[in-house]
């Protein structure tokens, strides 16, 4: 049987799956087909009578006749309803009308095949229905194959004939009805498979539509947390550097050789504010996710520590190790946690001196930031100076050191990892063999 090739977690879906409730629609649509089962029951009956009567016979009782075909078609208007209710109705009335003389078999057994095509497919239950099923169905075979076992067998006998005549046709009956019984039954748990299926996708398809609306949810909250930390990396140094030099400005406004100076810084800062502030929008409005120019990477660190040292604080920059190339990611990474120590150290650390190290190892690349200032150099406000760090550095796998030093001051440490320079050089040189 087609049960048999079903999946064991399809059995189990179908056992628990269950059908929609049924609409006035439905309610009319089974009702329709009851009495259209009724409309071919009388046009049956009127036909054998007609068959009857032009042999020289009648037949025995009309009124009898109909109260059979009614007992058989009515819980067809229930098949959906109470499937299996229906089924046990349907086969009593069969087998109670056949043992009665009733003359019409077409009508009953399209009837009966609804019904346990239905008990099949639309029973709360799918193990009650094959049940209830297989009961109907060998009580029926049994019944209605040993009555017209013994007829051929008795015709057999009037006629003179063998037995096994009689027993090729029966055999052929029997087969019949087993064939009628076994699609029946198939056909139903096919089709509850099928629906089961069907709504399982149609459930799965909105959980998907609800996964991808929580992952574009979670990407814009994501994205969001970038423009922030990227609003922050940029506005919060040069805002800072622009209040430093507009404080020097003002405090130097006798002698305006100084304050034209500061004023001139002023407006180089503003100008390169502007400029992020531009690359960042144009990043934002880039629907086809192109790569701007970035921020900034180790090469422009110099000129970084030059406008802050151009602020008032002694910064110097020492690179320890052989500078290498290094992936644009990290190289911004560093740019920013660099530029926002120094933020921190002009802002809150009130500090006199700093030094960045920048040390190129075999294995990693660092960056130290220490200051001698008084306090914490912690970002304010939300703390995205802070985390925007720590984000950078955990998406490469690295480390994030800040806290403040035995001997005074603060100190920031950014501990990424990179590809070993002899890996490295080892990939760009061609293998032992090959062509240069």
Known sequence: MSQLATPCSTDREADAWRRRDLTRRDHRTDALVAVGLAVLGVATIALGAEALSASGRALADWPASLGWLTATVVPVALRRRRPVLALALVSAAFLGGQAAGYPDVLTPAVAQFLVLYTANAWASSRRLALAASVVTAVVLFTCFGAVFAAGALRSADAAGEGVRPAAAVVAVVLV??????????????????????LRALERAGVELRAAQELVAERAIVEERGRIARELHDVVAHHVAAIGIQAGAARRVLDRPEVAAEALAAVEATTRSTMDELARLLVLLRDRDGAV??????????????????????????????????????????????VQEALTN??????AAS????LRHGDRSVQVE???????????????????????????????LEVGPRADGGYRVLAILPVAPVRATADAGSPAQGEAP
């Open 176 to 197: 019949s009805n087993a064939l009628y019984f076994a699609t029946a039954i198939a056909f139903g748990r096919a089709t509850r498979v099928s629906a089961s299926r």
């Open 354 to 357: 700093a030094r960045v190290e």
């Open 345 to 350: 150290t002009l802002k809150h650390a009130g």
């Open 292 to 337: 701007t120019s970035a921020p900034g990477d180790v090469a422009a660190l110099p000129e970084l520590v030059r406008s802050i040292r151009d602020l008032g604080l002694d910064v110097r920059l020492d690179v320890v190790g052989e500078p290498r190339p290094l992936p644009e990611s990290v190289g911004i990474t560093l740019y920013r946690v």
């Open 369 to 399: 930031v220490v200051d001698d200032g008084r306090r914490p150099a912690s970002g304010g406000g939300a703390g995205l100076g802070l985390r925007g760090m720590r984000e950078r550095v955990d998406l490469h796998g690295g480390v």
